[in-house]
């Protein structure tokens, strides 16, 4: 089991160091070696994603992966900076379905800025697709018109063949759960979007037994602060899903608690919190581990079929909150505050 080690900016050494210390506490044998990326790539090679790096990653069965992003790097040309670390790594590697599952923690449920009976008990999932759409779409670029005037495009693209795959690991993902799934789209407006309605509804056809539904955006958007319990998974594009699943993971009171997977078909997997590098609250030991602890956990059930270990850690951070503690992000008062590194030793400790 060839793990690669890819902490990145800001906060992300911080807390990829204490979801390392965790697996390595698991009876199971890992390789692990460690490679800079994002501005830290772009400093230590001149890349943000250096080739060393990339042959390392394929080189390996899965990327546990902390943060990219670096505000003092946001004037270089678009294809060196931080953020060119992580879109490269999802082409190169392929990796078209991205979980973002938003679970509301029992004990976290007052950190939710929505009511306790809104989203009390949430468990969704968000599967983004995340190799297409008008993130990878060309042409794009900033040209200037005939009369002098500059005009920016991009362009939303997606291929029969990408749609299905991602809808069939949607549908597959709905089975092992609450067997309904929502696509989201813009089909009343965009023509990327109707095919992506029809190939749906048509992969739809081989899961009689998954419940299939079909929502626009926007209304999307509106009912996951509305009535987020309808939901069980939704399977979006690109652009839609990377908007969304933020919204969602709001749903549950910190964005510091939600671990991800981005996966091609063959298992391989980059693992990472939801979060970004929040260079504001770096090397100061008060960012939450838990995201990428759990992103581990998520790694260990999807690519390395350990599930018994995945509910290990996953089991040992519910505990951790249980005790009471606290990073800032889901503070609230009758609990303890603790920094990332007590965190990281009580999630150990309950290992
Ligand atoms: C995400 C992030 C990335 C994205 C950025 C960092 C390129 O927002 O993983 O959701 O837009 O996909
Ligand atoms: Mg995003």
Not at 51 to 64: H, P, Q, V
Not at 186 to 211: C, F, H, S
Not at 264 to 284: M, V
Not at 315 to 339: C, M, N, S, W, Y
Request: glycine residues 8%; aromatic residues 6%.
């Amino acid at each position: 089991m060839k793990i690669c080690i890819l902490p990145g900016d800001g906060i992300g050494p911080e807390i990829i160091s204490h979801a390392v210390r965790v697996l390595q506490a698991l009876d199971l044998k890992f390789e692990m070696a460690e490679a800079p990326v994002g501005g830290a790539g772009y400093r230590a090679l001149g890349h943000p994603l250096p080739e060393s790096t990339l042959k390392l990653a394929k080189e390996s069965d899965a990327i546990l992966f902390g943060a990219v992003g670096d505000f003092s790097l946001d004037t270089l040309p678009r294809e060196l900076r931080p953020e060119q670390a992580i879109l490269g790594l999802r082409r190169e590697l392929n990796l078209f379905a991205n979980f973002r599952p938003a679970l509301v923690y029992p004990e976290l449920v007052q950190a939710s800025s929505l009511k306790p009976e809104v989203v009390g008990g949430l468990d969704i999932l968000i599967i983004r697709e995340l190799t297409g759409d008008i993130y990878f779409g060309q042409p794009r670029g900033i040209r200037t018109l005939e009369n002098g005037e500059r005009e920016g495009f991009d362009t939303m693209r997606y291929s029969e063949s990408e749609i299905k795959r991602v809808a069939h690991v949607a549908f597959q993902a709905a089975a092992k759960r609450g067997r309904r799934l929502c696509s989201v789209d813009k089909a009343n407006v965009l023509d990327t979007m109707q095919l992506w309605r029809e190939v749906v509804t048509q992969v739809g056809r081989d899961y009689p037994d998954i419940e299939l539904s079909h929502m626009y955006v926007d209304n999307c958007a509106m009912q996951l602060l509305k009535n987020p319990k309808q939901f069980d998974v939704i399977v979006t594009g690109n652009m839609f899903g990377d908007i969304l699943s933020d919204e969602a993971s709001m749903l549950t009171g910190s964005i510091g608690m939600l671990p991800s997977a981005s996966l091609n078909e063959h298992r391989f997997g980059l693992y990472e919190p939801i979060h970004g590098s929040a260079p504001d609250i770096a090397g100061q030991d008060i960012a939450n581990p838990l995201a990428t602890i759990l992103s581990g956990a998520m790694m260990l059930r999807y690519t390395f079929a350990e599930a018994e270990a995945a509910d290990r850690i996953e089991a040992a951070v519910k505990r951790v909150l249980a005790q009471g503690l606290r990073t800032a992000d889901i503070f609230e008062p009758g609990t303890q505050k603790v920094g990332t590194k007590v965190m990281g030793d009580a999630v150990l400790a309950a290992l």
